[in-house]
């Protein structure tokens, strides 16, 4: 049996196992266009990535102005998180978890940028200056090149250095639906 | 001794630990009355202020005695913010199982939010058939079930194990960060049947409606298993800290998982790896590759008396009390020792002992006044045994943060007072 027939079978005994409560039907129907207003998340393939583009350099002033004054110059932390650095020092004795060191994928970067930063005004920033942020970030954990335009296509490339380093402990039935599949 | 079982008297491991059926049934009258307490001053002959006027009148909405004022969350948050923290239930001053909501735990990415219920809307949507909204007040004409549960957030106890030298702190500031309450919603199984699951999907990303918009990924078949869509906490609607108008809630899943605030639910085909699943909520190991989607909660279980800020005012006899819980089922036994682990007696458990819940243990201690370190380990119906902080440490290093469910040493000193030990 293939993992994908057992998770359908395993998935009809679930159905099964709960069709006993039925609900009053009470649900309204979305209309496509609002579910697309809500529909803020980028998977890890960068499905999902909105039109729009930015390079490091842009993403130098967005930075300045709006995440330097917590995350620190040119991303080493301050009063908030480290964003850059860390590279290597994941086995020692002082692992620096940063987007550069520990996050396996840069299309996540745009979703949370996008969805809580700033802080104290999430969702005020512009498509193009959410890409030229994660541009700048990128740039400076040294992934991409200062002039490379990230946007949905070139975003979805990006391989970050710790992509490999996740072991998913949910059980194994499961585990081929876990990793994206290498954008194309 | 009148009345008194020779056996509820008899010790049941090392240095003064007695057998747990002084804790059950009869077996707590063979004690005699008083012997657990002290008087501490002769009670007054004449009549108190408050049996000579009448008391306060009846109140709307009601409160604690002004007399517990000093029971709290501790709370604790990232610099240049008050709302991005924890808060941490006092465990130390709580006897039972059910966390007072008022003290249930807290861990907010980006505070919390004010939300207007009416205007507040549930989105299912993604590999379903029909995507649907649905408003407070539909959701609450749904199909509903109640469960006591704990809910522990997964960075729970780290400090009390992972730091290079034992941190003494109260047992709520080092374990608070677990509660336990009882849950009342709609199985999140009838909402996603009513949008109809695609056979594609096998996970689901909820999103919740704070300023983070928290999300998360999590197994369509837990979704579809136990999963509920929480209105209600200790009966009444829930706290806006705790996900008011609705909450996701995952019976022994991870705290951060059970997303708050829930205004979006999507079915997909695989994990969408948010920050939340990846750069947070994964367990560094010493090789320097990390394990993810470490879901359920280990069984675990402190003892919350005697504990640090609880001196022992004399040798005499004492009541050990804690709690035991497991993400995995159901607590099956708690032993206890009061010599550092060399011998081991089993505790009381306090009826009703359910799954994925709160278990409250008891044991009787006759105290001698030497130093003694004492310690309970929890063992769950799935035959997990709550593992020692070295076990731990050699399989995981100290590098992780999550997860950590190692046994709880206290050290008893001769003065009575209680210090957190590595044994
Ligand atoms: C007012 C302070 C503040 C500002 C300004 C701010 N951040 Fe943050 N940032 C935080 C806090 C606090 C967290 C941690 C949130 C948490 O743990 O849930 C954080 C977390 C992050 C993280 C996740 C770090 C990790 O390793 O998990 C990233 C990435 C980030 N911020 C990027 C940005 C960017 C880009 C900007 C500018 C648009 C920005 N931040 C502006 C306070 C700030």
Not at chain 1, 28 to 37: G, K, L, M, Q
Not at chain 2, 222 to 228: E, G, H, I, P
Not at chain 2, 376 to 384: C, E, H, K, L, V
Request: one cysteine or more; a neutral charge.
């Amino acid at each position: 049996m293939s993992m994908r027939s057992l998770g359908a079978l395993l998935l009809t005994v679930f159905v099964g196992s709960v069709a006993a409560g039925e609900g009053p039907g009470l649900g309204i129907e979305a209309d496509p266009r609002e579910v697309a207003a809500w529909d803020i998340d980028i998977a890890a393939d960068g499905t999902g990535l909105p039109p729009g583009s930015g390079t490091a350099t842009d993403g130098a002033a967005v930075y300045a102005r709006h995440c330097l004054a917590c995350h620190g110059a040119w991303g080493s932390g301050g009063l908030n998180d480290a964003l850059v650095g860390g590279q290597g020092t994941l086995d020692g004795p002082a692992p620096l978890r940063t987007v550069g060191s520990f996050w396996p994928f840069a299309a996540t970067l745009f979703d949370y940028v996008r969805r809580a930063m700033p802080y104290l005004e999430p969702r005020s920033l512009s498509n193009d200056e959410v890409y030229a942020l994660t541009a700048y970030l990128l740039f400076l954990n040294g992934i991409i090149a200062e002039k490379q335009t990230m946007d949905a296509r070139t975003l979805a490339k990006v391989r970050m250095p710790n992509r490999d380093n996740f072991i998913p402990a949910y059980p194994a039935a499961q585990l081929e639906r876990i990793q994206p599949e290498a954008p194309e | 001794m009148p009345g008194r079982s020779p056996e509820a008297l008899k010790l049941a491991a090392g240095n003064g630990l007695l057998h747990r059926r002084l804790f059950m049934k009869r077996g707590a009258a063979a004690l005699g009355a008083g012997s657990l307490g002290l008087l501490t001053a002769l009670p007054s002959r004449a009549a108190p202020s408050w049996m000579r006027a009448p008391g306060r009148p009846m109140t709307g909405y009601g409160a604690r005695s002004s007399h517990e004022d000093a029971v709290q969350r501790l709370t604790a948050s990232v610099p240049g913010t008050d709302g991005c923290g924890i808060s941490l239930t006092p465990l130390q001053s709580l006897e039972g199982t059910i966390t007072p909501s008022s003290l249930h735990f807290e861990r907010h990415h980006s505070g919390v939010p004010e939300i207007d219920p009416d205007a507040h809307r549930l989105l299912v949507h993604g590999l379903v058939k029909r995507p649907l909204f649905f408003d407070m007040a539909s959701l609450s004409r749904y199909p509903m079930v109640s469960r006591i549960l704990f809910l522990e957030c997964s960075g729970n106890s780290s400090q009390a194990g992972l730091e290079p030298e034992p941190v003494t702190d109260t047992c709520g500031a080092l374990h608070g960060l677990v509660s336990c309450s009882e849950w009342t919603g709609v199985p999140l199984s009838v909402v996603l049947d009513e949008a109809g699951v695609d056979p594609a999907a096998h996970w689901i990303l909820a999103e919740g409606a704070d300023a983070a918009a928290m999300t998360r990924s999590i197994p369509l078949a837990k979704a579809m298993d136990d999963a509920l869509l929480a209105l209600y906490q200790n009966g009444e609607r829930l706290r806006p800290e705790n996900g008011y108008p609705v909450r996701l809630f995952l019976p022994g899943y991870e705290g951060n998982m059970s997303v708050k605030w829930l205004r979006r639910i999507k079915l997909t085909a695989r994990p969408s790896m948010t920050r939340e699943e990846t750069a947070r909520y994964t367990d560094l190991l010493p090789d320097g590759r990390s394990l993810m989607f470490t879901f359920p909660m280990q069984v675990k279980s402190v003892i919350t008396s005697p504990s640090p800020g609880l001196a022992l005012a004399g040798p005499g006899l004492y009541q050990i009390s804690g709690m035991a819980w497991s993400g995995l089922g159901r607590i099956a036994r708690v032993e206890v020792s009061a010599d550092g682990g060399a011998t081991w007696a089993e505790a009381a458990l306090s009826e009703p002992v359910l799954s994925k819940s709160m278990t409250r243990f008891r044991a009787a201690w006759r105290w001698n006044g030497a130093p003694a370190v004492i310690m309970s380990r929890a063992i769950d119906d799935s035959g997990a045994v709550q593992p020692t902080r070295a076990a731990i440490i050699a399989e995981k290093g100290m590098n992780f943060l999550y997860h950590y469910n190692g046994i709880q040493a206290w050290r008893v000193g001769g003065d009575g007072q209680v210090t957190n030990v590595y044994a």
